[in-house]
């Protein structure tokens, strides 16, 4: 199973998440994050015209240490989050963010108490160029895998 996490739009003003160490995505994971991102914004409808392509950010996430705490992202990169029980491929992590576009409804944003798309939102945001993630384990945790993309703007 997996729980969506609640985060704000770009940029995250609370973005908490709790996490014991990030590990950094492979070379391969990397190009299938960027590659997936870009592909997913290929197909937005309406199209962009002025979505940016998305590129490898400068790192592939932090590492933070001190166990699986709440801790407060303060990068001014839009953020999306994802926990699982099991390990996932990052295609299926934000696959799962895009394909909250099924609860979009024009005149976002929507009550507190009705279904969001703030995932869908920071991966198709017309302005990000810049996408870094980390995949972090907790084994003490019911979620044991917490995976992380910052999206950032130029």
């Known amino acids: 199973t997996f729980l969506p996490v609640l985060t704000l739009s770009l940029p995250s ?22 590659d997936k991102h870009n592909n997913l914004r290929r197909g937005v409808q309406p ?24 801790v407060n ?10 926990m699982a029980s099991y390990k996932s491929s990052w295609s299926n992590v934000i696959q799962s963010w895009a394909d909250e576009v099924k ?5 976002y944003p ?4 009705e279904p969001v798309f ?11 160029n810049q996408i870094s993630c980390a995949m972090a384990h907790c084994p003490n945790s019911n979620y044991k895998y ?6 950032c703007s130029p």
């Open 13 to 34: 003003v609370l973005g908490l998440y709790f996490w014991l160490d990030f590990i950094r995505a492979s070379v391969s994971e990397q190009k299938t994050i960027v």
């Open 47 to 70: 199209t962009a015209s002025n979505m940016l392509k998305m590129n490898r950010g400068a790192t592939s996430g932090k590492t933070r240490g001190g166990g699986c705490l709440f």
């Open 73 to 82: 992202n303060t990068s001014g990169c839009g953020e999306n989050l994802y």
């Open 103 to 107: 609860d979009f409804q024009y005149g």
């Open 110 to 113: 929507k009550p507190v108490n």
């Open 118 to 128: 703030s995932f869908c939102a920071q991966v198709v945001w017309y302005r990000s």
């Open 146 to 151: 917490f995976y992380v993309c910052h999206n």
